[in-house]
């Protein structure tokens, strides 16, 4: 029975749906090459370096600018928290923006070079 100590980090969704289709039943369902498989797996690493360098940097600011909180009235507290979760808000907000943006690019291009890139593709098309 799981207790909820392990250390696994949760899959993110992309990672979970970029399984789902590399276990597709049907093997031509979606055939990439080991680069390709490699590229993607990178790719999922690096997001989660970065999410976890900036959760590392935000700790570590927060712990450097801690003032002690028995000088502060409940009010300036308060208000703290206020700006802290607006900040939080808007930096998750910012990070999910980035990482759907470089999701569509990445699905997009190329399925618009091979539609518009084709051998057969018109010169209007191309």
Known sequence: MDDGSSHAHPLPKSQELEDDLLN???????DLSEKEKLVLQLFNQLRELELERSLLEAHQNDASSASPSENLSDDEIARQLVVAEREAM??????LLRNKITD????????????HGGSQASYEER
């Open 24 to 30: 597709a039943a049907d093997p031509d369902a979606l």
């Open 104 to 115: 569509q690019v990445l699905i997009t291009d190329p399925v618009i070079k091979a539609v």
């Open 90 to 95: 808007e930096a998750r907000a910012t990070y």
